[in-house]
């Protein structure tokens, strides 16, 4: 399997090295040359089976040759041996035809370790294979950092460093970062935003000096590698609730367009989903993009559901690539126009042409916080604030065919966000058991100014080599 960039001007690679550099050299993002299709019966044949080895015929055409059968069949074992429930990905009845499907049983309990949970030792793998290392530096507001640092943890071919905005993430999130005590995890804490954390991240990659001598590399949710292991949760629940011969909805709570791309790289699989719901917060950059055909960014408010506070959704220029037909120029074009005029459009006829797979549905903080409350009145389920933004999105833009099936996806689990669940339902989520010392344990953080050369030296500092 080879892989192009929808700019047009980088390498066509294989997975390996697609996994390894990320981001395409032209600015763009990998997609496989050619959709890989499953037919009916391949469907058929993976209903019943464990998660693991579903996920081994969802991701093995995308590997190509680049890893054999049984390493990968090996890492996929080991990667969902570590969810804390038999299922990994868990469907729960909500209506007579909606179903949530549970993304949070991961180590970090939010849907990020599924695709993270699995790059890790891929890197791990393909870098001990070639003799190479790699320096992973992360900036997150959130979730992605303790998702990638669990990920990586204890690798002998990565050293991994994460900044994060000091006091402006909550307290789990923090720890769930800071309390891990392998070596090769180093946690900066930086005297400034989330945004200044972006700033010197883009300045170390910027540098290429730095960037050469320490091997730098990033896990954000371009990576191709994260794609495809969110696409088989997209089968797994598909193949459970009856596809092929049943079609499906999906609603799925977003920022970067990274989750529910996956759902649109299932459909392209030959999955029946006539249905893809963009659940927003008042950052409804993609819902507004829905209504009207143009992508316009205005600036970014704090709202309930952090995880979702995005006005870029980088992973959308891989729907833009398909929508235009593949023509990379019309995507540069309206890459170039978003850098310049924060906005573009995409004509008419590919508008409605959208329209007959996606829909956006918004929800203020208001809303979400009354739906966490009706949700638990009347279904007896705690959710998190992302989840019920996707249930009440999926129940209103979910439409389906006579018999299909509506499936909204729960990203995270309420006790990443006690203080907004509690003030919505009057009650307060405990972490799962093996969490629940969370608060005791001790904590490993350096603090830094918001200062380029004050975190390279960090870095520099840290190295295991
Ligand atoms: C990251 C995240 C999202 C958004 O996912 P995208 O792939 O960026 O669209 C939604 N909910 C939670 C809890 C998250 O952590």
Not at 163 to 188: A, C, F, G, W, Y
Not at 415 to 421: R, S, T
């Amino acid at each position: 399997m080879r892989y192009v960039s929808t700019r047009g001007k980088a390498p066509v690679l294989g997975f390996d090295e697609v996994v390894l550099t990320g981001l395409a050299a032209d600015g763009g993002l990998y997609v496989p040359e050619d959709w890989i299709t499953l037919d009916d019966d391949d469907w058929r044949a993976m209903r019943g089976l464990p998660y693991a080895e579903v996920a081994l015929r969802v991701m093995l055409p995308y590997v190509g040759a680049a890893l054999t059968e049984e390493e990968l069949a090996d890492l996929l074992e080991g990667a969902y041996a570590r969810f804390d429930h038999p299922a990994v990905a868990p469907l729960r009845q909500i209506g007579p035809h909606d179903w949530l499907m549970e993304l949070f049983h991961g180590p970090t309990l939010a849907f990020k370790d599924h695709a993270m949970q699995v790059l890790g030792p891929l890197f791990d793998l393909l870098l001990t294979r070639s003799g190479r290392r790699l320096t992973i530096v992360g900036a997150t507001s959130g979730d992605t950092g303790s998702a990638a640092i669990e990920a990586c943890r204890d690798r002998e071919a990565i050293d991994i460093f994460i900044l994060h905005p000091k006091d402006r993430v909550s307290e789990v999130q923090r720890r769930q970062m800071t309390t891990v005590q392998s070596p090769n995890v180093h946690n900066i804490a930086v005297n400034g935003t989330f945004d200044d954390c972006q700033a010197l991240l883009k300045s170390l990659f910027a540098d290429t000096a730095f960037r050469d001598e320490v091997n730098l590399s990033a896990v954000n949710s371009i990576n191709w590698a994260r794609i495809v292991g969110q696409v088989v949760y997209y089968a797994w629940a598909g193949v459970a609730l009856g596809a092929p011969d049943r079609s499906l909805g999906f609603s799925v709570p977003t920022g970067n367009f990274g989750n529910i791309f996956a759902g649109y790289v299932a459909r392209q699989m030959g999955l029946p989903i006539d249905r893809l719901v963009v659940g927003s917060n008042r950052n409804d950059i993609l819902t507004r993009f829905l209504e009207t055909g143009t992508m316009s960014q205005e600036s970014v408010v704090p709202t309930i559901s952090p995880s979702m506070d995005i006005q870029v959704s980088s992973n959308f220029e891989r729907l833009l690539f398909e929508l235009y037909g593949r023509d990379a120029d019309e995507v540069r074009a309206a890459m170039d126009s978003l850098r310049q005029n924060g906005a573009y459009s995409v004509p008419d006829d590919l508008h409605q042409e959208l329209l007959g797979l996606f829909r956006g549905h918004r929800l203020t903080d208001a809303e979400t916080s009354d739906a966490m409350r009706v949700i638990l009145e009347d279904a007896g389920l705690l959710v998190d604030p992302h989840t019920a933004i996707g249930i009440v999105a999926g129940q209103i833009a979910g439409r389906r065919d006579e018999g299909g099936v509506t499936v909204s996806l729960a990203t995270a689990h309420p006790a990443k966000f006690p203080d907004a669940v509690e003030k919505a339902t009057g009650v307060r989520p405990p972490l799962p058991t093996r969490l629940a010392d969370l608060l005791q344990r001790p904590e490993r953080v350096v603090e830094a100014p918001n200062d380029t050369r004050a975190i390279q030296a960090i870095v520099r500092e840290g190295l295991r080599r």
